[in-house]
């Protein structure tokens, strides 16, 4: 039932993101902007973990481990995939992105020993067939020649890094690094890879007060980042990589269902088929196989000082 709730959380979150993240851009630079969420989601994660009683103290090699959580999950895939919507729409970047699912069961056997299961790598293929069937008219329009292709390979470079990222989670879990403290770190350090990213890019940290900006911002930090990560991290760490990953596959529906609501989406013939593939590819991934969580090894939690 815990699984359930993390699972659909974390696709909300992440799928009302979307929309949040277009009320972002206009007067500030979607970089500062970037640097503004993980900032702010560090601080709360911080007061959060002061507040009840969380130790903050980390050896030396386990902060090297939470900066490449912070490098790969919250800075370095964010930045490569804005430079990738430069010259790709928001649906393709989302059929970029959905390649998450394959890259976490590759990476999850790699560095987590996460067995292959014939079952969840044919959900994932059957939802990213799903998805390019929905996002299909910009797929058969866009132009591989020139800077199409590199912002093709922009988006992949940036879904891998997040992927890493996402493994790289699941690697401390299993050594003893909480989930709340590791995202507070985390965030801290993307934060500021994020800023030097955009300070060396030479933007300037402009700000809007307008409510729309300032409430969307509120939500991305709040919602998709505090508790749409310490959702869908809890989740990996629980169910394994190759599981937790199809949330990503989901979540461009969740945001073109809030599109249809708000911005007046027309559903097609293919993008409703797009969606039953989408759903039973979801089916054959979280389902057969029990309750399994991804360790199947005892998991110890070490002295924060020793991890």
Known sequence: ???????????????????????QLGVVAPEASLVY???????????????TGRSLRFGLRAHG????????????????????TRDMTSGLVAVGFSAVT????????????????????????????GIGLVFWPEIAGFDLGGRGLAALGLCLAGTFSASLGMVTSGVNQRRGLPVVQGNAWGMAYGAVFMGAMTLAGG????????PLYVGSLAFLVVISTVIGFWCYLTLLGRIGPDRAGYATVLFPIVALALS????????TPPAILGLALVLAGN???LTGGGARRAEKQPK????????
Request: net charge positive; glycine share 8%; with cysteine.
């Open 203 to 210: 933007t300037t940290f402009d700000f809007d007060p307008r």
């Open 260 to 267: 249809t609501l708000f911005e007046g989406y027309a559903w």
């Open 283 to 285: 089916v054959l991934v």
């Open 37 to 51: 969420r993980f900032a702010l989601s560090a601080v709360i994660m911080f007061a959060l973990c002061l507040a």
């Open 65 to 84: 481990r939470l900066a490449l959580l912070g490098l790969l999950l919250f800075s370095t895939n964010y930045y490569l995939i804005y430079l990738a």
């Open 102 to 129: 394959v890259l976490n069961i590759v990476n999850g056997a790699l560095f987590m020993g996460v067995p292959v299961r014939p079952r969840a790598v044919l959900g994932a293929a059957t939802g990213i067939a």
């Open 300 to 307: 110890t939690a070490a002295e924060p000082g020793k991890v």
């Open 1 to 23: 039932m815990l699984n359930a709730a993390l699972y659909t959380f974390t696709v909300f979150a992440w799928g009302a993101s979307w929309l949040a993240v277009k009320y």
